[in-house]
């Protein structure tokens, strides 16, 4: 049986990877599951799930979990060195990396020096150490499959040489796809008065709050151009973005010939999950069959930079290279976490993204310390604007 660990068990892709392992018992081991500080969600999974491990964000948390799990047969670690521990276990062969944001960093990078088959549903690991991550997944013979519905969609529409540089492939373009998230058509004079909850309402996906107001804000997207590039080998001019409201078509790939190939499913993420699981094979992920006809329409439309102004900041950082998605990311982070704790408006949030980007020195990602050290300086910064406005 391959044996997994999930980091992030308790997240939107924690759950749909669990719902897609449930259905194939007998080809899947869960060796590990961790989570931030969800102790009674935790427990729950584990009871349910009997991993060998269970790792928690804190000692505290982790002890309550013992509490809570006391008789069973399970090592309860904590900590962001347990994290690694487990994504390097012998006994584990695949690892969800479905941390959200630069909290994940290390682990994954940490399964990938492991040589394990890495599920990369944490984009930002991608986005701070792009060269670094891809470099040890080389060396390390890895295997590095995305899970977000977008690079995935890319993945299955690519020729397998895609690695030997996509112009030799014959590859043309990447169109990375987006729904345009809950804003995409009120009046743009409006979006400094939207809300938390009006954000994080996304029409077509279920996402944890941070993703959702990402999305909202086109964020996630940027970030998921930065990934692409470091994925799949494509320049920023090699990769665009295309507003498709019904997020039926996960993204395409465009090819020399006038070819133009595309995944298409429901909105749903074990789709993905279940493809990187099995593949190069195919499994049930429990997804109802798509109908076209139900569907009935597919629109696309180009993106309102004027609208979502976090779009340019991500092209702007992936053009600038370096640790300028570092920067980019964590001052991110930051000014998300501050408007969902409502100490910022909406549109304030490129406003400090724009102000980190100009105020930290980019420099070559030669080392992961390098990285670490342009994310903590990004926050500082941050940090300092929220609290001066």
Not at 156 to 181: C, W, Y
Not at 314 to 321: E, N, S
Request: glycine fraction near 6%; aromatic fraction near 4%.
């Amino acid at each position: 049986m391959t044996g997994i660990t999930i980091l992030g068990a308790t997240g939107s892709i924690g759950k749909s990877t669990l719902d897609v392992l449930a259905l194939h018992r007998d080809k899947y081991r869960i060796i590990a599951l961790t989570a931030n500080h969800n102790v009674e969600r935790m427990a729950s999974l584990c009871q349910t799930h009997k991993p060998r491990y269970a790792v928690m964000a804190n000692e505290q948390a982790a002890k309550q979990l013992k509490g809570r799990l006391s008789g069973q047969e399970i090592t309860i670690l904590s900590g962001m060195k347990a994290l690694e521990e487990v994504a390097v276990l012998d006994e584990v062969d695949f690892v969800m990396a479905a941390i959200v944001g630069a909290a994940g960093l290390l682990s994954s990078l940490a399964a990938a020096r492991a040589g394990k088959r890495v599920l990369l549903a944490n984009k930002e690991a991608l986005v701070m150490s792009g060269d670094l991550f891809m470099q040890a997944v080389v060396e390390n013979n890895a295997e590095l499959l995305p899970i977000d519905s977008e690079h995935n969609a890319i993945f299955q529409s690519m020729p397998h040489a895609f690695r030997d540089g996509l112009k030799q492939v014959g590859v043309e373009r990447i169109l990375l796809t987006a729904s345009g998230g809950p804003f995409r058509t009120i009046p743009v004079n409006e979006l400094a008065t939207v809300t938390p909850e009006q954000a994080i309402a996304h029409p077509n996906w279920e996402m944890g709050k941070k993703i959702s107001v990402d999305s909202a804000t086109m964020m996630n997207k940027g970030l998921e151009v930065i990934e692409a590039h470091w994925l799949f080998g494509a320049s920023a001019d090699d990769i665009e973005v295309v507003i498709h409201p019904q997020s039926v078509i996960h993204s395409m790939v465009s090819y020399s010939d006038g070819s133009v190939l595309a995944q298409l499913g429901n909105p749903d993420m074990r789709t993905p999950i279940a493809h990187a699981l099995a593949w190069p094979q195919r499994i049930e992920s429990g997804v109802a069959p798509l109908d076209i006809f139900e569907v009935g329409r597919l629109d696309f439309e180009k993106p309102d930079l004027e609208r979502f102004p976090c779009l340019t900041l991500a092209y702007q950082a992936l053009r600038a290279g370096g640790t300028a998605p570092a920067i980019l990311n964590a001052a991110n982070e930051i000014a998300v976490e501050a408007f969902l704790e409502e100490r910022l408006s909406y549109m304030q949030i490129p406003q400090i993204i724009d102000s980190t980007l100009q105020a930290i020195d980019v420099k070559s990602v030669n080392s992961l310390d390098t990285v670490l050290e342009s994310d903590s300086l990004a926050r500082e910064h941050a940090n300092k604007y929220l609290h001066n406005l």
